[in-house]
């Protein structure tokens, strides 16, 4: 089973940007689809994108536009790179690798935006 670490989460001011990162323990090659989600303190977890291996992007309407899903098939690494960060991005953000729907999500980094 593949493991996922996820970095680069922190504190930033409303505005700014974050790059998140996720290590995957194994070849993500074999991994048809690989995601970010978040969850905000008391609430569900939602998708916030996806990007699959032939480099089709999916992304949630609240983040469209400032937030870009790329993965390295090479370096078996999954990125966030986020934009023009809102308070209500802060969330835990995790990253997931899936195989037709199976798969994983590893532990999570927080992100906290501050206005």
């Known amino acids: 089973q593949v493991q996922l670490v996820e970095s680069g989460g922190g504190l930033v001011q409303a505005g700014g940007s974050l790059r998140l990162s996720c290590s995957a323990s194994i070849s993500i090659f074999g991994f048809d689809t690989m995601a970010w989600s978040r969850q905000r303190t008391l609430e569900q977890r939602e998708l916030v994108a996806d990007?699959?291996?032939?480099?089709?992007?999916n992304y949630a309407d609240s983040v469209k536009g400032r937030f870009t899903i790329s993965r390295d098939n090479a370096k078996n690494m999954v990125y966030l790179e986020m934009n023009n960060l809102k308070t209500e991005d802060t969330a835990v953000y995790y990253c997931?690798?899936?195989?037709?729907?199976?798969?994983?999500w590893g532990r999570g980094t927080q992100v906290t935006v501050f206005s």
């Open positions: 990007i699959k291996n032939g480099g089709g992007t």
């Open positions: 997931g690798a899936f195989d037709r729907g199976i798969g994983s």
